[in-house]
């Protein structure tokens, strides 16, 4: 396991920094997940990939990318309210479905180990970054209902709450004030990033002409009609 991550101790605290060969293995990773992502589709599209889908999802991770490092609020001991990412990652699994949206969020997730890393264990970094962010393709739920978006969304963002509060709880739940419980602390403290991104982005993306915007796209993106 040295040889992709090395450890870091620093004033006591022990975290673990990912080698240059860890960054290769994590980009071959991504890489192969968003391949496998296009043989995934309708059953006529199976036996070759799906190079609409592909351009589509890359374009989708590329805008999480960059809406992610636009942060109106960052708070000290990591989280931060976005320019709606975590939208973009969810927009796939609402085009394409719930395999295509998961295996899109994971690579998304090595994206953000390889952009944002913070480890100090295994299971820490699992629930951190892969269950977490992976959750988002919870969206692919609700690909074919009425409202969809909303309803994948709202999903999506949840899931990755619970992630993040189990992980506060777990994990960081000694840095936790004395007045407050754990769960307490990191309730309130993902609810003023996550919670409070994934409300306003409802909000916007309720509007009614925002609503058929996003219609239209997923219609374009997958060359059917889709539902309002």
Not at 16 to 22: L, R
Request: hydrophobic share 55%.
């Amino acid at each position: 396991m040295s040889f992709f991550v090395t450890k870091v101790v620093a004033d006591g605290d022990v975290t673990y920094s990912i080698t240059s060969a860890g960054y290769v293995l994590l980009i071959l990773v991504i890489a192969a997940l968003i391949i496998a992502a296009g043989f995934i589709g309708k059953k006529e599209q199976t036996r070759r990939i799906n190079t609409k889908s592909m351009v589509f999802a890359g374009l989708a991770m590329a805008l999480a990318i960059v809406t992610s490092n636009i942060k109106f609020l960052k708070l000290p001991m990591g989280g931060s309210i976005t320019l709606m990412s975590m939208l973009f990652i969810c927009l796939i699994g609402y085009w394409y479905g719930l395999k295509i949206g998961f295996m899109t969020s994971i690579a998304y997730a090595f994206l953000q180990l390889i952009i944002d890393p913070y480890i100090i264990s295994l299971p820490q970094m699992l629930l951190d970054y892969m269950f977490a962010f992976g959750a988002l393709g919870l969206s692919g739920l609700f690909s074919n209902k009425k409202h969809g978006l909303l309803k994948g969304y709202a999903v999506g963002v949840i899931g990755r709450y619970i992630c993040s509060v189990l992980s506060g709880v777990i994990f960081f739940g000694m840095y936790a004030p004395e007045t407050m419980s754990p769960l307490a602390y990191s309730l309130a403290y993902n609810g003023m990033t996550i919670g409070a991104e994934g409300v306003l982005t409802l909000i916007i993306i309720a509007i009614p002409p925002v609503a058929h915007a996003f219609t239209y796209i997923k219609g374009f993106a997958v060359d059917e009609k889709v539902l309002v």
